[in-house]
């Protein structure tokens, strides 16, 4: 997976990076208190059944049947608490860490909606979608998992080994000599198992990235004929994750092989050992039941440790990154008092002097040294080649960028020193591609007003003619349009979002040559409801079509960022400059008719 700006990669991080959840965690810190409460009781009990069986074997066999009916009372007794405990435990645990992540979730989601267009020019949007799913989880597995089972581990591990010398000083001594011999072999065989997991975890993304790549591509696969391809390329994909996880699954098996030698090896010799003890009359039965009860804690409970100390390593990374996420700073935002656009909206624009270049080409300008006035209610079009600047200054007019130098004017107020959510209030982008939701008709209508009605909503469709198609669905305008539209034709999906600008009303309108995806009948129908739509209107559209030219006010021709002509369509080509050539080029059939 590529790599994310100002992020690091996926590798591990001090487990001390986790205190950058300690904000999520704050507002539940009763629950945190009542997990840990029932952790303590269900470690308790593991510790205590040690002691019951000490005294079942010392003493239970030597008493009348009674006293052993209550040792097994009160062991039963001790059990039912360690479940209860360890219900409270799951359940409090597994609560917390499903709160916690929905919240970061969220909080990540709502945090990077916010950031400037320029955030996203360096930054996959893939990489921000594994943020949210898989980092989140992972950081979801060190609050609901990880984190419990580290102290739980860790109270039997010190509780443990307080008992065992308890126990028999002699013994314990032993257990810790030979825990060096135990723990390096499985620690050293316990890396080369991460590495064939994140490498088994790498060729299973890359199934699903080459599958999702092909899928989505599927029309252009077998219109070239490309299947057979693509299957055998998929069939290595999936070929080298199959061995990716044979070696995974081999480490493993070996891991296991190792630990059963190694552990009850020397289970058995320190058994051997006791049980020597116990003939010579230096420890009793009872003593060395309890005693390898606790051996058995301890080093499962120091196992558990050097695993999970691996886990918490990788949160604190995803944690990080969520971190850094979090403390991106977007580029636009509303100044301390932003000033207020006057009431009503006129739709008056104006650029002084206005330069920018973008981060990603800092040294050919997108635009340069622009100065321009459009009144309020006027139509200008925009017409050059590709990259004269012309969606440029639709982004500098919606404030996705500020200019490097100059300023720009909504109704006499310099857009910089304005609240941008109140600038972008007065503006409707119908873009070239139109942008379809994977929800119902309605919803996507309203999106240019959520608060509207649907009495509005059907009559801004009936006003860019998409009403009638709309209808025609199966349940009408609430029919789910499939993602990105797909139950729409492309001229379908262009009048919904001029049905959209429609319903927002705004004192200016930016189309994005907003009539291209239409066929003739489809753009008639369109071009009268945009004409209803821009009358006493500030309208800007980036035009290619002789018709939206021919209907403008004014027509200014940018070139690499500067304006180098302006006036209607007539006067333009009689001069014979820049746009004569445009227009004889792009509108060539036009002109002929």
């Known amino acids: 997976m590529a790599r994310m700006r100002n992020l690091p990669e996926r590798d591990r991080r001090p487990v001390g990076e986790l205190k950058r959840l300690v904000p999520f965690l704050r507002p539940y810190w009763k629950v945190g208190i009542a997990a840990f409460v029932s952790l303590v009781v269900a470690a308790g009990a593991v510790l205590t059944i040690g002691q019951a069986i000490r005294r079942v074997v010392d003493n239970g066999f030597a008493e009348e049947a009674g006293f052993i009916d ?104 032993i257990v810790f000599l030979l825990l060096p011999v135990v723990v390096v072999p499985l620690r050293f065989i316990g890396r080369k198992v991460r590495t064939y997991s994140r490498q088994a975890q790498d060729r299973v993304a890359d199934i699903s990235a080459h599958a999702e790549e092909t899928l989505n591509a599927v029309e252009v696969i077998q219109a070239f004929n490309h299947e057979g391809h693509d299957r055998a390329q998929f069939s290595r994909v999936t070929e080298n994750a199959f061995e990716a996880a044979v070696r995974h699954i081999r ?108 981060r990603t080409r800092p040294d050919a300008p997108a635009l340069h040294d622009v100065t321009l006035d459009i009144a309020a209610g006027e139509t200008v079009a925009l017409v050059g080649p590709s990259g004269a600047g012309k969606s440029t200054l639709f982004a500098l007019l919606l404030r996705f960028y500020d200019p490097t130098s100059g300023a720009v004017r909504l109704d006499g107020v310099d857009i910089a020193e304005a609240d941008p959510h ?37 009559a801004a469709a009936e006003a860019a003619h998409a009403l009638e198609f709309l209808e025609a669905l199966p349940e009408g305008l609430a029919s789910h349009l499939g993602e990105r539209g797909a139950r729409l034709s492309g001229g379908q999906r262009q009048r919904v979002a001029i049905a959209r600008a429609v319903l927002r009303d705004p004192a200016v309108l930016l189309l994005d040559e907003a009539t291209s995806a239409l066929d003739a009948e489809s753009e008639r129908m369109v071009q009268l409801a945009l004409e209803r739509l821009m009358a006493k209107r500030t309208t800007l559209v980036i035009a290619h079509r002789l018709a939206t030219v021919q209907k403008a006010d004014r027509i200014l021709v940018l070139d690499q960022g500067r304006i180098v002509e302006g006036g209607r369509h007539g006067e333009l080509v009689a001069r014979g400059g820049l746009y004569a050539r445009l227009a004889a080029l792009q509108f060539e059939q036009a002109l002929r008719a």
């Not at 989880?137 to 419990?148: K, Y």
């Not at 480490?251 to 010799?269: E, I, N, P, S």
């Not at 591609?433 to 649907?454: H, T």
């Open 70 to 173: 209550q040792y097994f009372i009160a062991l039963l007794g001790v059990v039912i608490v360690l479940a209860v405990a360890t219900f409270g435990r799951f359940y409090l645990v597994t609560w917390l860490g499903e709160r916690v992540v929905s919240d970061l979730r969220r909080a990540v989601y709502d945090h990077v909606i916010t950031l400037s267009p320029a955030f996203y020019e360096a930054t996959r949007v893939g990489e921000l979608l594994s943020r949210l799913t898989a980092d989140a989880t992972l950081v979801q597995s060190v609050v609901d998992s990880t984190a419990s089972v580290a102290m739980r581990n860790l109270l039997l591990f010190l509780g443990g080994s307080v008992l065992l010398v308890i126990s028999s000083p002699k013994l314990t001594g």
């Open 251 to 358: 480490a493993r098996a070996w891991l296991t092989a190792l630990v059963m030698l190694l552990v009850f090896g020397a289970v058995d010799l320190v058994v051997w050992i006791g049980a020597t003890d116990v003939i010579d009359g230096r420890m009793s039965g009872g003593e060395l039941a309890a005693f390898v009860f606790y051996a058995i804690v301890v080093a499962g409970a120091a196992s558990a440790l050097m695993e999970v100390y691996g886990q918490l390593q990788r949160a604190a990374g995803a944690a990080e990154r969520l971190a850094q996420l979090l403390g991106e700073r977007p580029e636009i935002e509303a100044p301390a008092n932003p000033h207020v656009l006057p009431a009503p909206a006129a739709g008056a624009l104006r650029l002084d002097a206005v330069s920018f270049h973008y």
């Open 422 to 458: 109140a600038v972008r209030d007065r503006f409707a982008l119908v873009p070239q591609e139109p942008v379809i939701f994977a929800a119902s008709a309605l919803d996507n209508i309203r999106y240019g007003r959520p608060e509207a009605s649907e009495a509005e909503v059907r």
